[in-house]
């Protein structure tokens, strides 16, 4: 299965001046999330243009238990990213988010329940061409377990108040049967799964398509008291040889000097629902 490489109704490349003015109109919509001017509402609420919180990208997909929505400060979220060579193929790409969230309070962020990594149109993704580790492997043996080649990302992720602690994805297929990825923090024992989901023609009138649904799962510390993070760098991407030849996880088919749309649509324990967005340009400086 090659994710990107046949697109769904409504799914192809937008270009031109439609996708331009829906992405102009989606870029003041998450102005006012990231400034706080839009109020905090629950999930499942009206999309962005009737004045409430961004609606959910990919809704298909697995579902998270039910989890009242608790008190607790405003996130401030912000995102860059940047989109550079892997090394293997010609168009391959490893493609970075860097996420900064900070209270409005001062304090820690509210936890989160769910994020969707989205990714520009003009990307295609190959998870078939690379070896899977199941989550089982590294509940009993830990990362170092996973088979060669299935590691497809990696980042840092900043707790708060301070320390760093190191970050894996892995290429995996689910229990079932989707394919998605496992995002792997040592430090703490976190493992979240990722699943892969083509996104709502909202979305893709905006220049996205696909998109990684990552489940916070609930867990025995009250909602309230689970502190999110202040930053999260995870860059997705890897190249091996297959059959004599490069293969890469992730492809830019568009053009090199275009500029590309990431976001990362987020929601939290206390109900908010953010979608910081950014734009870049292949090969160029990280942008905000």
């Not at 830990?142 to 980042?155: F, I, K, L």
């Not at 989707?178 to 699943?195: K, Q, W």
């Not at 053009?255 to 734009?279: C, K, N, Y």
């Amino acid at each position: 299965m090659r994710t990107g490489g046949t697109r769904g109704a409504g799914g192809a490349r937008g270009g031109g001046r439609a996708r331009k003015a829906a992405v102009a109109v989606t870029t003041a919509l998450t102005a006012l999330f990231l400034t706080g001017q839009a109020p905090a509402t629950a999930t499942g609420s009206s999309a962005a243009p009737h004045g409430g919180p961004p609606s959910d990208p990919a809704p298909g997909g697995p579902q998270r238990p039910y989890e009242p929505d608790v008190p607790g400060p405003r996130n401030i979220d912000s995102l860059s990213a940047t989109v550079t060579p892997d090394g293997g193929t010609k168009r391959g790409v490893r493609v970075g988010f860097d996420r900064t969230s900070r209270s409005d309070e001062g304090g820690a962020p509210a936890g989160a329940r769910r994020f969707v990594f989205l990714f520009d149109e003009s990307l295609d993704f190959r998870p078939e061409a690379f070896p899977v580790c199941a989550r089982k492997v590294i509940e009993a043996e830990g990362v170092d377990a996973c088979p060669e080649g299935s590691r497809v990302g990696r980042g840092t992720s900043h707790v708060y108040p301070e320390g760093t602690a190191e970050v894996f994805a892995f290429n995996t297929r689910h229990a079932n049967g989707l394919r998605g990825a496992l995002v792997v923090i040592p430090e703490s024992n976190a493992l979240l799964e990722l699943t892969w989901e083509r996104v709502t023609p909202e979305y893709r009138e905006s220049g996205y398509e696909w998109a990684l649904d990552e489940i916070v799962p609930v867990s025995a510390v009250p909602p309230e008291d689970r502190a999110g993070t202040l930053r999260f760098e995870l860059e997705w991407g890897a190249a091996r040889e297959v059959g004599g030849r490069e293969v890469s996880f992730a492809e830019l088919s568009g053009d090199r000097d275009e500029r590309l749309r990431f976001g990362l649509w987020s929601s939290f324990v206390t109900g908010q629902i953010a979608l910081p967005e950014t734009t870049t340009v292949p090969g160029g400086k990280r942008a905000g």
